[in-house]
């Protein structure tokens, strides 16, 4: 069974803002992830960047008229450089290795099911990430959020 993902990964907190899964590794499957993530952002997200690789659907015309009307800078990597994408392999690999390989799934439906929950309660709420001082992603956000709204 072949199932692809697309993210869209908030890296000041790691969370995982966005996601989707499909059969077809196209616009459809990048525009689903970012339009999961401006609604959980809620709405218009001025200020915020999208930044891809170089072979990334994101350039297509519907994903980059999506973040224009949504207040989305867009940015892509240079050609070879691997330390832009980093945190969203990092986030792969952790799905890979976690969940996905130590288990079968009968069908797509149970796979898919069994990746939001992943992403949903383990990843985002119940994994320490060294990168964030061995906090999840969702106590660094409420971390930054209380700062921020102390300043």
């Given at each position: 069974m072949h199932l692809l993902a697309a993210s869209v990964l908030d890296i000041a907190s790691r969370r995982i803002v966005g996601f989707a899964l499909g059969e077809?590794?196209?616009?459809?499957?990048a525009y689903g992830a970012l339009a999961m993530a401006v609604t959980v952002r809620g709405g218009r997200v001025p200020g915020v960047i999208l930044h891809t690789d170089q072979g990334s659907e994101v350039?297509?015309?519907?994903?980059?008229?999506?973040?224009?009307?949504?207040?989305?800078?867009?940015?892509?990597?240079?050609?070879?450089?691997?330390?832009?994408?980093?945190?969203?392999?990092?986030?792969?690999?952790?799905?890979?290795?976690?969940?996905y390989?130590?288990?079968?799934?009968?069908?797509?439906?149970?796979a898919r099911f069994a990746i939001a929950d992943y992403i949903k309660v383990f990843y985002n709420r119940r994994r320490l990430h060294s990168t964030l001082g061995y906090r999840t992603p969702l106590e660094a956000l409420t971390q930054f959020k209380t700062a921020a709204t102390a300043a």
């Amino acid at each position: 069974m072949h199932l692809l993902a697309a993210s869209v990964l908030d890296i000041a907190s790691r969370r995982i803002v966005g996601f989707a899964l499909g059969e077809h590794h196209d616009a459809q499957l990048a525009y689903g992830a970012l339009a999961m993530a401006v609604t959980v952002r809620g709405g218009r997200v001025p200020g915020v960047i999208l930044h891809t690789d170089q072979g990334s659907e994101v350039h297509l015309w519907r994903v980059r008229r999506f973040c224009s009307a949504h207040g989305i800078t867009t940015s892509v990597g240079r050609t070879g450089v691997c330390w832009d994408n980093a945190a969203a392999e990092s986030f792969f690999g952790a799905l890979k290795n976690e969940m996905y390989h130590r288990q079968s799934f009968p069908d797509r439906a149970r796979a898919r099911f069994a990746i939001a929950d992943y992403i949903k309660v383990f990843y985002n709420r119940r994994r320490l990430h060294s990168t964030l001082g061995y906090r999840t992603p969702l106590e660094a956000l409420t971390q930054f959020k209380t700062a921020a709204t102390a300043a």
